[in-house]
C-alpha cells in the first residue's frame, strides 16, 4: 500500500528508460516506425494498468484515514480480487506483448 506512489514512479521511470531509448535509436539509425510499432502493441495497455494499480494505491490513504480515526476498516472501501487481478493481467499482457514484438522486429 504505497499510496500510489510505487505506480507513479514506475511511469516516470518507464518515460525516462523509453527516452533513453528514442535517443540511442536515434544514434545507432534505428528507423523511428520500429519504436512506434514497439510501442503501440503493449504502450497503451501498461500505462493503462499502472494508472489503474495507482488509483488502488491512493485508495489506500482512505482506507489509513479510517482506520486510525475508527480503528476499524470498512469492507466497502478495500478493493475486490477483480479489482486487483485485472490490472495485474493487464500488465502480463502488455508484457507478452513486448516480448513479441520486440522477437518480431529483431529488437
Not at 528514442?22 to 545507432?28: D, G, Q, T, Y
Not at 523511428?32 to 494498468?49: D, M, N, Q
Not at 486510525?68 to 470498512?74: A, M, N, R, T
Request: hydrophobic residues 60%; glycine residues 10%; aromatic residues 14%.
Amino acid at each position: 500500500m504505497s499510496g500510489g506512489l510505487l505506480a507513479v514512479f514506475i511511469l516516470w521511470w518507464n518515460g525516462f528508460i523509453f527516452g533513453t531509448i528514442i535517443i540511442k535509436s536515434i544514434v545507432l539509425g534505428i528507423p523511428p516506425h520500429i519504436l512506434l510499432l514497439e510501442t503501440v502493441i503493449h504502450g497503451p495497455l501498461e500505462i493503462f494498468a499502472f494508472c489503474w494499480l495507482g488509483m488502488l494505491g491512493l485508495r489506500s490513504a482512505k482506507i489509513t484515514y479510517i482506520f486510525f480515526k475508527d480503528g476499524s476498516i470498512s469492507t466497502v472501501i478495500l478493493p475486490k480480487l477483480l479489482e486487483i487481478m485485472v490490472p495485474i493481467l493487464l500488465l502480463v499482457t502488455a508484457a507478452f506483448l513486448e516480448v513479441w514484438a520486440m522477437a518480431y522486429l529483431g529488437i
